[in-house]
């Protein structure tokens, strides 16, 4: 296994790994350091490789993005979900995905590639979650929501049932989201309003 990205959460996912029973792992980094949990990082390598499942262990959306997609389209990229977390057998979850511990995914439910599912999260039923996301600890979606590629959605926010949130927002920790959330938006507050928008 390889995991491509050696800071605090490259660390959670060696966790998850070796929860696992996966303790053959090899750390990369552009700008290695010494250790990740006792695990040599170095710099990316060629295309031998290429046969190894790999994890993009970046948690900034719009980077781990760049480097899925400056890899080879042959790249094994591989999902990882805790074992403490609670996935319906009717939930899918796309390639390059991490789930963290306690996080609990309803049925029907469809992750993306490359996403972020972090501690406590839960997502009920018949939500839809883009490539790229981050969904952060202790968030809350309710029933048929969707969450637009790339988007970060802080600890602790809350989205009701049946909310659109467009690609690339990002909502700040703690929000309260009773609305649609057009592409690009910066949302704080509860309830949650706009404090900015991009193109």
Not at 112 to 135: K, L
Request: charged fraction near 20%; glycine fraction near 12%.
């Amino acid at each position: 296994m390889i995991i491509y990205g050696a800071s605090g959460h490259g660390k959670v996912i060696v966790d998850i790994l070796e929860l696992n029973g996966i303790r053959e792992i090899m750390v990369w980094d552009d700008n290695p350091k010494d250790h990740l949990s006792g695990y040599e990082i170095t710099l990316p390598q060629a295309t031998e490789y290429e046969d190894i499942p790999l994890i993009v262990s970046i948690g900034d959306n719009a980077t781990r993005k760049k480097i899925a997609e400056k890899l080879s389209p042959d790249t094994l990229f591989y999902s990882v979900v805790h074992p403490g977390a609670t996935i319906s057998k009717s939930a899918s979850i796309d390639r390059g995905t991490v789930v963290m511990a306690g996080v609990s995914v309803n049925p029907d439910t469809i992750i993306g590639q490359h996403c972020i599912i972090n501690t406590n999260a839960s997502i009920d039923h018949d939500c839809v979650i883009g490539d790229y996301v981050h969904i952060s600890p202790n968030v809350a979606l309710c029933g048929d929501v969707s969450v637009g590629e790339g988007t970060h959605i802080g600890a602790g926010t809350v989205v009701i049932p049946g909310k659109k949130i467009g690609k690339w927002c990002v909502i700040g920790a703690g929000s309260v989201i009773i609305n649609d959330v057009p592409d690009g938006a910066k949302v704080v507050g509860n309830p949650g309003r706009i404090i900015s928008q991009s193109n």
